[in-house]
């Protein structure tokens, strides 16, 4: 049975266009087989609507967000929402989901994994890195001050392409980042051992696996 990925690339300031440098070096590298087919919505496509058509038409088993996000959402190009709670959260049932997205994994992806997600991999709190604002996409995967980070994070996203569990996604990007860090702390430039240290601590802690039979925490708020 054919596996259908779904990527979804923001791509529309600098942030995202490296999360897009990455995903597309990535692509590269595995040289997908016959058995997976790869759908990609990037730049001004992506909106609620084309990420909603994509997914009815093309039923996909792995949805990637390389976008902003908040606490309740994933955000699309020039920040439209794309999948939000208590709204349209059920369109993600049924698959396995990684949003590299700030806070997405504090509200969104429980409601997610709620509604009948497989899996969700994101963080939740705000994903931070580091980078030189390098212009081109071969540049910026190579970026010495965004590749400490980016590299752990994209080790999920590169586990689940190649049909790794959610778990096993997970703990090998764990692992990365710990790696990440070792070589981060040990190195004479002081920027990378004070600051891009600190950046890949904070996303190393926060990033959060959901779903994979693994227990859901609900956060409730007080409605307004």
């Known amino acids: 049975m054919e596996r259908v990925v779904l990527i ?3 791509n529309h300031d600098t942030p995202t266009m490296y999360l897009a440098a990455w995903a597309k070096s990535l692509l ?3 040289n997908p087989a016959d058995l997976v087919r790869y759908i990609e919505i990037e730049g001004d496509s992506v909106t609620r609507a084309n990420l909603e058509s994509a997914i009815t038409a093309e039923n996909p088993t792995l949805v990637l967000f390389h976008c902003h996000g908040t606490a309740e959402s994933v955000l699309g ?4 929402i794309l999948v939000s709670i208590n709204d349209n959260a059920g369109i993600l049932a049924g698959r396995d989901v990684h949003a590299l997205s700030c806070q997405a994994g504090k509200l ?3 409601q997610v994994v709620g509604v009948g997600a497989k899996s969700f991999i994101g963080y939740k709190e705000d994903f931070e890195f580091w980078h030189l604002n390098k212009q081109s996409d071969e540049e910026r995967v190579l970026d010495p001050y965004a590749f400490p980070t980016l590299m752990p994070a994209f080790k999920a996203v590169e586990a689940l392409l190649l049909g790794k569990s ?3 996604a ?3 990007s764990q ?3 710990a790696d990440s860090m070792l070589s981060l702390i040990t190195s004479t430039n002081s920027n990378l051992n004070t600051m891009v240290a600190a950046s890949t601590l904070q996303n190393k802690r926060h990033q959060v696996l959901l779903g994979d039979n693994m227990p859901i925490q609900l956060t409730m708020r007080p409605s307004s």
């Open 175 to 177: 692992r990365a980042f």
């Open 77 to 80: 190009f020039e920040f439209n």
């Open 28 to 30: 590269k590298k595995l």
């Open 108 to 110: 969104l992806g429980p």
């Open 166 to 168: 959610a778990k096993e």
């Open 170 to 172: 997970f703990d090998l």
């Open 8 to 10: 979804v690339n923001a």
